[in-house]
């Protein structure tokens, strides 16, 4: 059957929110634009999260105790990122990854740059699991997750 | 929404492209030609507008078409003069329950033709029962906006 | 323990790209061919159970109201539940225990969709936070990449018996789905195309990777005294669990997974399974990525850890291996996302009581169904059998 | 059948929460638990009620959710309306699986745009979207075909809004606190004509934390269960063009709850009712189909003062929906609204009668197009 038998309608679905951050995430926020990553501590289980939780999932306690976690990690997983969709908000090559702050207990996602990300093939030598990263702040911070702009290889 | 608290903005926009289906391109189809198009159904006799595909009584396909006047009576309506995010149309306006003449089922769009500002002659002239007819747009692209609105009959 | 529960029917439209019809009438295929399958009408029908994906695949909310006639659910009671990919499992759940309770004795279960009607991948990333994961989302194969990158690190498996496994794969799903009629995707693939297809995010290849269905499928439950009357050769629900991780990703190992490995762990004790590999005779794992489908291998229990890649290389779970996954041809040919769990069940069904047709696997008997959803955090398990 | 008991409740206390959706979750159903004196590990399941992305920003809302709601590694589920959520959790303790099972439901419509444009998203895109249909327009041609039919006059519903936010002014969990004359309602912007924006609910955040149990464990938890014992549930069609709307589905589902419930005469069994109305009169056209006066006489019976908060059968003591309107949340808020009168435990808000037997309704959909029942007793 031809297309013009298949008829279709096109249209758009555009819904606006605006998603309160809360005390938590408000701070870790502010915490960023002093270059700091900071992590929540459960008391129980004594994990250390990530972003940071107001309450463990977990034990489902408060987690009342901040605790600055190192900026620099351990890859746990990434992919590269070349294929285009609706929304995306980084442009295309980009590196998305899994990244094990030290002195913390989580994989925390953010995205690999400040190197050439032009040739697949030469970014797998410089990516590797497990390989060290650290994390470059951007100059202007704007409260988002941004600011940190992204991780770099440890050389 | 300006919050005394820390929030993101969160728009979620995505695009679609949704079927028809048969049943529905032949309806607007026929709206493009100035024909209200609508099926009856073999076991509960309804006629229903817009065109099934099956009965929403029973549950069974529904072939048969019939072609209804695009002139009803009126059952229920509303002035709409809430604003809203994404509204279809500037307020204010008229949605209206329309029962068009061999129909067995309300039919939903406009009214105008009517002069809003004395709210009260509006009103008469919109009472159960008053008689409107189709208006159609000069410029038709098959769809439910062919019919522009619908206007009381005199 | 409850009332026992039976499927008595299952339906399923055609697969694919469905431009023909509007999303109603799709939706009503799969329902009218559920009945038919069972011999009922929707006289018989207590309550109606209806899962889709999330509604901005298909940008109407609450599809129950739309769908109110085409589902069957005129004025019957109605559930709607949802818990993104493992929704059709979670229907299935709803269904099953709405007649265990007692409150029903024919219980309709449908789900369906259309996504060719929307953007699968934007939608996808919409269920990231906004807050700190969205940025970087990249659909699901990006997340699907980093978990398989992850699970082979962890384990020690070389990237070319990854590669090579993973090709088998989506080559034995492929070849299964030419004998399934509903089945979306009907080609033959060698390992080749496999091995050379377009690269979607490394290493992860387009044929690796499940298409975007419109589709529906609509499963009907009875209690026992009403299977009993109403089907010669029911399928009985033999075990259920469902489990879900912490909403973050990265916060749980997802090389081990917890959810699918303990959602199996409760639908086994419940059907009193103690080695699957054995003791179950044909599984449909949900399998939208090749390299996905071994870690549910070694989370069912079906190997130990790390030795997915070795088990498919043996031919382990082919179609006439010792325990066939996908004969329907799987989630990798066919995936609606909001019926997918529900297909998997069907044809878990439709293999314990024979009725599989070309993809039946000889005398099986008990079948193991699966979801998984969300950003790797949810997954189902449904086990069913021909004996009560 | 397994007979079910509520044993604990939680709510949010009504106003706008700066938490965020996560947080606020977790507060409320830790509370719960806490009231229980249990921990989520002991908990048999959880099911959830949570509309996903058009209330949240966010899809598949459960994945979100499931932090907050205590089901990490847990069994559970989520339903689109917290009913359907109440009635899946009783479910599993009845099929004898479960002796527990932590129902909830949660939303924050302060985040969200109105309702209006949510709603008509439940519209088709070719049909029912493009002509404006949406939750208040259907309830607005609903209500003139009422007052048309029935000769029942704008003051009449508009005394619904006066009765229930006079209401919600002793009930600690309501969102609007704000004491409205009939003038006051009667003069607010014709939104929707006839229906005034006073007539309308608001958009409200709401978390709300049931506990359920086996009779066996509920005896244990508590000495106050409330029972579950009838529900009904029917579903209309989809186009309100093709039905009645002053004859829809309610009238089936309440004959569903009270035949399970073993009720006759639901006006003199049932001691308060929690009726679903984002409309003030559709508690009145409500109320007449779940038996509670006779066809077209919701305008006597307001006009009575029957349902006062001191009549004989008190219809939202809590000031109901047009006081607190968390969307997908509030049929679960109207069930712990009536579990709460049932215990005695309403606090201002308790009816001056004794309480054995309590109604809870909820509704969504143009017009009501699907209504759920749920009777409850000591």
């Known amino acids: 059957m031809t297309r013009e038998e298949h008829r279709i309608v096109k249209g758009q679905v555009m819904v606006p929110y605006e998603l309160a951050l809360g005390r938590t995430w408000s701070n870790f926020y502010d915490y960023l634009k002093e270059e700091k990553i900071m992590g929540k501590k ?80 030469r970014v797998r030598e410089t990516v590797k699991l497990g390989g060290r990263v650290k994390a470059v702040w951007s100059k202007e911070k704007k409260g988002n997750i941004l600011d940190i702009a992204y991780f770099e290889p440890v050389k | 929404m300006a919050k005394e608290y820390r929030t993101i903005r969160n728009d979620v926009a995505l695009p679609y492209q949704w079927a028809l289906g048969k049943t529905w391109a032949k309806f607007f189809d026929g709206l493009k030609e100035e024909k209200i198009l609508g099926t009856k159904c073999s076991q509960c006799g309804k006629v229903f507008v817009p065109a099934r595909t099956f009965c929403p009584e029973c549950f069974i396909d529904m072939a048969e078409w019939v072609e209804v006047k695009p002139e009803g009576k009126v059952l229920t309506w509303t002035l709409v003069r809430a604003k809203y995010y994404g509204q279809v149309k500037e307020p204010p306006y008229i949605v209206a329950t329309i029962q068009l003449e061999g129909t067995d089922c309300g039919f939903h769009h406009f009214i105008g033709g009517i002069d809003l500002a004395d709210f009260k002659k509006a009103r008469q002239k919109l009472k159960r029962g008053a008689k409107v007819k189709a208006v159609w747009s000069v410029e038709k692209k098959a769809e439910i906006y062919d019919i522009s609105q619908f206007v009381p009959i005199k | 323990m409850g009332k026992a529960v039976a499927i008595i029917g299952t339906g399923q439209t055609k697969h694919g790209r469905r431009s023909d019809v509007c999303y109603p009438d799709l939706v009503r295929e799969a329902v009218t061919a559920a009945l038919e399958d069972a011999g009922i009408t929707l006289k018989d029908i207590d309550g109606v159970v209806l899962g889709t994906m999330p509604s901005m695949m298909e940008g109407v909310s609450s599809t129950h109201f739309y769908f109110a006639e085409a589902m069957g659910a005129l004025r019957k009671p109605v559930m709607k539940v949802e818990t993104c990919g493992s929704t059709g499992q979670s229907i299935g759940h709803c269904g099953f225990y709405w007649v265990a309770s007692g409150m029903a004795d024919i219980v309709l279960v449908v789900g369906s969709e259309k996504m060719s009607e929307g953007d699968g991948q934007a939608t ?62 009907r080609m033959r693939v060698t390992m080749d195309d496999v091995k050379n297809a377009r690269i979607i995010t490394y290493p992860v290849r387009l044929l690796d990777v499940c298409p975007a269905s419109d589709g529906a499928c609509a499963v009907i439950f009875a209690s026992q005294e009403k299977a009993r009357r109403i089907c010669r050769k029911p399928a009985w629900i033999k075990g259920l669990g469902f489990r879900g991780e912490e909403f973050f990703y990265g916060e749980s190992d997802k090389a081990i997974w917890m959810s699918a490995t303990q959602a199996a762990r409760e639908a086994y004790a419940q059907a009193g399974i103690r080695n699957p590999l054995k003791e179950l005779d044909v599984a449909e794992v949900y399998n939208p990525f090749t390299y996905q489908e071994m870690i549910f291998y070694e989370c069912f229990g079906f190997c130990p850890r790390g030795e997915a890649p070795d088990y498919v290389l043996k031919n382990t779970f082919k179609k006439n291996g010792q325990l066939p996954c996908c004969p329907s041809g799987g989630t990798l040919c066919t995936n609606p996302i909001g019926a997918t769990g529900l297909i998997r069940l069907a044809e878990a069904a439709l293999q314990v009581t024979g009725k599989a047709g070309a993809r039946q696997i000889d005398g099986a008997k008990l079948a193991l169904s699966h979801a998984m959803g969300g950003v790797d955090q949810f997954n189902a398990v449904t086990i069913v059998g021909s004996k009560l | 059948m397994r007979r079910v008991a509520i044993t604990h409740v939680a709510q949010s206390n009504g106003g706008e929460s700066r938490e965020s959706l996560m947080d606020f979750t977790y507060q409320v159903n830790k509370e719960v638990l806490d009231k229980a004196g249990l921990k989520r590990e002991e908990v048999g399941c959880i099911i959830s009620g949570a509309a996903d992305i058009f209330h949240s920003g966010l899809s598949c809302a459960n994945a979100f959710d499931w932090d907050g709601i205590g089901a990490f590694l847990k069994e559970g589920s989520r339903a689109e309306e917290s009913a359907f959520s109440f009635i899946y959790g009783c479910m599993r303790i009845m099929s004898g699986r479960y002796d527990t099972v932590l129902v909830n439901a949660l939303v924050k419509g302060s985040e969200n745009p109105d309702n209006d444009p949510i709603t008509s998203f439940y519209g088709d895109p070719f049909y029912l979207r493009p002509v404006g249909i949406n939750e208040s327009v259907v309830a607005a041609m609903q209500m003139r075909q009422y007052m048309d039919r029935y000769r029942i006059t704008e003051e009449q519903c508009a005394g619904v809004a006066v009765k229930n936010l006079g209401n919600a002014l002793f009930n600690p969990y309501a969102h609007i606190k704000k004491r409205v004359s009939l003038k006051d309602v009667m003069d607010s912007e014709r939104v929707y004509d006839p229906l005034k924006a006073l007539e309308c609910a608001p958009k409200s955040d709401g978390v709300v934390a049931v506990l359920i149990a086996s009779e066996g464990k509920a005896k244990k938890l508590t000495d106050k269960p409330v029972w579950l014992s009838g529900y009904g549930c029917s579903m209309d069609h989809f186009i309100p063009g093709d039905r009645d709307l002053l004859d829809g589905q309610l009238k089936e589902a309440a004959r569903r709850a009270y035949a399970m419930a073993g009720i006759r005469d639901p006006r003199k069994k049932i001691d308060v009712a929690e009726v679903c109305e984002p409309y003030a009169f559709q508690e009145l056209l409500w109320c007449e189909q779940l038996g509670f006066c006779g066809e077209g006489e919701g305008g006597k019976m307001i006009d009575s003062g029957m349902t006062e908060m001191g009549g004989v059968l008190p219809v939202n003591p809590s000031g109901g929906v047009l006081a607190t309107n968390p969307y997908p949340a509030r049929g679960l808020y109207r069930i712990v609204e009536a579990a709460l009168q049932i215990k005695g435990q309403a606090g201002e808000h308790q009816v001056g009668k004794k309480v054995k037997t309590a109604l809870a309704h909820s509704t969504h959909g143009f017009g009501g197009q699907c209504h759920s029942v749920i009777i409850l007793s000591a």
């Not at chain 3, 978990?147 to 070319?160: G, K, L, T, V």
């Open chain 1, 42 to 121: 459960c008391r129980k289980c004594e994990r250390v999260l990530v972003p940071p939780r107001s309450f463990c999932p977990r034990c489902f306690e408060d987690m009342d105790e901040w605790v600055e976690v190192s900026q620099e990690g351990v890859v746990e997983t990434w992919v590269y990122v070349n294929m285009p969709f609706f929304a995306q908000e980084i442009k295309i090559p980009f590196i998305s990854a899994q990244i094990r702050l030290d002195r913390s207990d989580s994989g925390f996602i953010h995205q690999i740059a400040g190197i050439d990300l032009s040739d697949f093939d």
């Open chain 3, 124 to 185: 996808m990333t919409t269920v990231f936070d906004p807050f700190f994961q969205r940025t970087f989302a990249a659909g699901a194969p990006g997340v699907f990449t980093m978990q398989s990158m992850e699970w082979m690190y962890r384990f020690n498996i070389p990237e070319e018996k990854g590669r090579e496994a993973a090709a088998m794969i989506s080559v034995s799903n492929h070849d299964n789905a030419m004998d399934n009629p509903h089945a979306h995707i």
